[in-house]
């Protein structure tokens, strides 16, 4: 009775000491959050300027609240963005006694490539809502009504644009951690090919305008991107088969 006792204590202290190191390291994270978006807030004009510079329209505020309302949201951005590795890092950290020392080096390597990753995506967005998206948005006016875009509306809709791009980017680095857990495997993801190629289209279709062709130009970019996935996915999961096989021949030996 006294030993079960002493287990289930032993067990308490385990998950409350996990627990608490969960809490300080989201702590830690939430730290940097808020270090990040203060350098985002005193550098707001700079990057407000860098997304409007090029445009050949000038935006417009209605109302006070929208001036602290891009302030806010452009702190923001960098503050995830520069948020995110810090993240996978902590993460990393909190997992880490659980990995063996060739697990821990090459998982390592996803949080710069998470990083990586996630600014692609925001730059492809950006780049395909700039040189595609606007251009044949505008083209439609053809005269027809006065432009006039508010700061509010025009940011919203660039990053409804750009934010998913940023998430489907990092669709590589998924398919290679649960190829490594064993979630999944390169032949399950060409198996549900065709239904990954259908969601992809349909994401393509929600963040572009009713373009055919617009539709293609972001569909087949993540397309590629699922392919990209698969062939990671099967490094990763040759070089884990290769381990299992030379494991089980030194324990055959032995």
């Known amino acids: 009775m006294a030993d079960n006792n002493a287990q289930f204590s032993d067990k308490e202290m385990n998950l409350t000491g996990h627990l608490s190191e969960l809490r300080n390291r989201l702590i830690v994270t939430a730290v940097f959050f808020v270090l990040f978006f203060i350098v985002g807030f005193i550098f707001v004009k700079d990057i407000y300027w860098f997304f409007v510079n090029d445009l050949d329209f000038q935006l417009t505020v209605i ?22 590795p810090i993240l996978a890092f902590q993460v990393w950290s909190f997992i880490k ?14 949080i710069p490539a998470i990083f990586l990753l996630f600014i692609g995506g925001l730059v492809f967005g950006y780049f395909m809502f700039i040189k595609l998206i606007l251009p044949f948005l505008l083209s439609l006016n053809n005269g027809m009504f006065n432009e006039m875009f508010t700061v509010d509306k025009y940011f919203r809709f660039l990053l409804r644009i750009t934010f998913p791009f940023a998430v489907l980017f990092e669709i590589p680095i998924v398919a290679m951690f649960l190829t490594a857990l064993g979630v999944i495997t390169p032949d399950f993801m060409r198996k549900t090919r065709k239904y990954a190629y259908l969601i992809l289209i349909i994401i393509g279709t929600i963040v572009t305008p009713p373009d055919f062709i617009l539709q293609i130009a972001v569909a ?8 990209i996935s698969i062939y990671l996915a099967m490094i990763v999961y040759r070089k884990k088969q290769r381990k299992h096989k030379e494991f089980m021949e030194e324990d055959s030996f032995n």
Request: proline share 9%.
């Open 63 to 84: 109302s006070p609240g929208e001036i602290i309302w891009i302030h806010f949201t452009m702190a923001s951005l960098v503050a995830i963005t520069g948020t995110i």
């Open 97 to 110: 006694p659980g990995l063996t020392p060739n697990e821990r080096k090459a998982s390592l390597a996803y």
């Open 220 to 227: 087949v970019p993540l397309i590629i991107l699922y392919e």
